[in-house]
């Protein structure tokens, strides 16, 4: 593969059609997926060289650059299909978005490749990075690092710590991203998860290694590029791209759930579907569901208007979202849970689709989206407090 990118649509149709047959494939190469822990490689190729690691990506820097609600409307596709593969395309696209905050020369020598892939993870205690002579060294270990397998580059953040073990006059010390090529870092497998294991999360170290000034940058430092997309905190994108998969991994479950609906449970003597509770079940999954979903759908309209039209957003709007975010991930494992049950004993086996889903939300909500702290930041902007977390 060359370092020329090939042509990339910026038309949301363009995707839309093409995006089934992406999926029909990744239905298809879901136990590999879950039981190889990553994307096949060539599927992964094939996905990044259709751009569909670009679709947020600026378009000077050849991405296609899409309005967010036509993201989540891919997004929600592919989540059908498989959870594992839906997380790493809003993981590694939401954080091409940051590619506006780092030096313009740096993002164009990432994505110069059609098939870059930026994957990061948060650090662990003990990680930093010390100034030096034209760059920074990196030492310490981070985790769940989504896609990690089809990445091509690191990213990963540190706070920076005078050599000297100087103080910081009683002020946090600064936090920068450092990018570097996958290769230069050491991966490290462990990730034995119960769910979400086709994400590829792996951990990897860094032990002095050097890296240039211009391949570190602010996370959320000023962007470069005024579209409505980089208007959004990028905390915020992911959650909603995340609460987008729980939602799709709920839809696909509640689908199985209702498609055995003609089962005969063991002495049972009627078909599942004429028996009361299970149509209540249904009834309250799908409300649930549903009502989960229009509150994430209107929150984020609300906000997606405002980044468009103001190219800023309200304190309101972003901890509207930020509850709907989280509202959603906690509702979707209810209704998972829901059906997981109505499946009855066969749900237990590898082979029943339910079973990897139940598994895959019971880790989205584990993460930190998923968090019910996020709850508590609601409640106390609505009783006049001032609003703590990240929003």
Partial sequence: MTSTTLAVSTDIDHYLAAAPSFVQRVADAADAIDAERQIPADLAADMADAGFFRLLLPRELGGAQLAHPDFLRILELFAGADASTAWCLN??????????????ATAQEIWGEQRAVVTNGPPTGGSKSVPAQGGYRLSGHWNFSSGSDHATWIAALAPVMPENGAGTDGQPPQTRLHLMPKGDVRMVDLWHTAGLRGTGSFSFQADDLFVPAEHTFLQEGDSWSDGPLYVIPTTLLFATGFATVAL????????????????????????????????????????????????????????????????????????????????????????????YTLCGSGAIFQTNPIQRRFQDIHVITQHTQGHYMHYETAGQYLLGLEPQGVF
């Avoid at 078909?271 to 079940?281: E, G, H, M, P, V």
Wanted: charged share 25%; aromatic share 4%; net charge positive.
């Fill in 91 to 104: 993981q590694n696209n939401v954080f091409s978005t940051r590619s506006t905050r780092m030096p313009k």
């Fill in 248 to 339: 799709g991994v709920a839809r696909k479950s509640l689908d199985i759930a209702i498609a055995g609906g003609t089962r005969m449970p063991y002495r049972g003597g009627v078909l599942l579907r004429d028996q009361q509770t299970t149509q209540r079940a249904i009834g309250e999954a799908h409300a649930l569901y549903s009502s989960a979903r229009a509150f994430l759908r209107e929150s984020h309209a609300r906000l997606w208007e405002s980044a468009c039209t103001r190219g800023s957003l309200t304190l309101e709007e972003r901890i509207q979202l930020r509850v709907a975010t989280t509202h959603a991930i906690r509702t979707s494992a209810q209704v998972v849970d829901t059906t």
